[in-house]
């Protein structure tokens, strides 16, 4: 497999950096845990969006497009790093973001997120909940080339083969700087939601013989729907790589257990989460994603999941932005 083969805008900031955590290891009295930072992709507050965007933009310019759509909930962290791509190469970008929560305070509506599509001359429509987002999104793609744009559509959260080539790159990566540190990986988990992310670890992973086991925690989907879905997007990723065959289902492992109440809605582990990588590392999770996935590494930890000599890289996939879209959710008035 040969990631130039595929055309690519390098933006992001790599390598990412592989750091160990040291308070929040001896807080939780081991594994070691290291955190792979893809919050410090770069483009405007970072996240993994970037890396997949690097594939997918590269492939609108080439189809000559002057407007980019995508689509994702409110406070989407895809659709804010697709406006700041957009926006670098001088593309329009125009959002559908659905209302999954329900939520009507100002924050959630219009800070976070929302506020820096809007920096990034991003326009946007609100939908309900439940539509097929990406079937909107054609329509109004429709209309708008109608009237005479080139729109390149990119499906929620950057997950179809194109944007699964930058997970994969991110399995060379991260296999490269664990070997430069004499870094034996037991184990890799992160949040898991519209499947890219996942899709292209493993895809790399399996293409490398890495023989680390990757655990998704979903953010949304039932394990089993969460790990077919996956599977799929794998399966496709590694044809268009040449490498047909390289995943079997049994290597996709999704945890549903920290999903809480839905997609969107914040969970009491996630918040807990949130302030102790915060107050123990300095590090910024969200509310939405990296929080329910570092809820789950957290949980699984003390219930004894992982050998205390193990080594766990947590992928840390960014999404602080939305912090000032939740900010309702935090509590603080207990440490007054
Ligand atoms: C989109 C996103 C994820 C999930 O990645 P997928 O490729 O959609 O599965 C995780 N964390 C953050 C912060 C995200 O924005």
Same mark, same amino acid.
């Given at each position: 497999m040969h990631l130039s083969r595929f055309p690519r805008l390098r933006l992001a900031h790599l390598p990412t950096p592989l750091e160990y955590l040291k308070r929040l290891s001896e807080e939780l009295g081991g594994p070691e845990i290291w955190i792979k930072r893809d919050d410090c992709t770069g483009l405007s507050t970072g996240g993994n969006k970037t890396r997949k965007l690097e594939f997918l933009m590269a492939e609108a310019q080439i189809q000559g497009a002057d407007t980019v759509m995508t689509q994702g909930a409110v406070q989407s962290n895809h659709v804010r790093q697709t406006s700041a791509f957009a926006a670098k190469l001088g593309m329009k970008c125009h959002v559908l973001l659905e209302d999954r929560t329900g939520y009507t305070d100002d924050n959630y509506n219009h800070n976070g997120n929302v506020f820096i599509d809007l920096l990034h001359g991003a326009t946007y429509e609100k939908r309900g909940p439940g539509l097929d987002m990406n079937a909107e999104m054609e329509v109004v793609a429709d209309k708008l080339r109608d009237a005479g744009s080139n729109v390149y559509t990119i499906v929620g959260g950057g997950s179809n083969a194109t944007g699964a080539l930058g997970y994969v790159d991110c399995a060379f990566e991260l296999l490269h700087q664990a070997n430069d540190k004499d870094l034996v990986v037991d184990h890799i988990v992160h949040a898991t939601g519209s499947t890219g992310t996942q899709a292209g670890l493993i895809v790399g992973l399996k293409a490398m013989n890495a023989n680390i086991p990757l655990l998704g925690i979903s953010v949304r989907a039932p394990k089993e729907t969460q790990e077919e879905n996956v599977y799929k997007l794998a399966v496709e990723t590694a044809s268009k790589l040449g490498c047909d065959g390289v995943v079997n289902r049994d290597d996709i492992v999704a945890n549903s257990d920290y999903v809480g109440k839905g997609y969107g809605f914040p969970t009491e582990a996630g918040i807990e989460a949130i302030k102790m990588f915060a107050e123990l590392e300095g590090i910024l999770l969200d509310p939405v994603y990296s929080s329910k996935g570092a809820a789950g590494l957290i949980d699984l930890i003390r219930k004894g999941s992982? +050998? +205390?000599?193990d080594r766990v890289v947590f992928i840390h996939t960014g999404g602080s932005a939305s912090l000032f879209g939740y900010t309702k959710h935090f509590d603080f008035a207990d440490k007054a």
């Open positions: 992982f +050998k +205390k000599s």
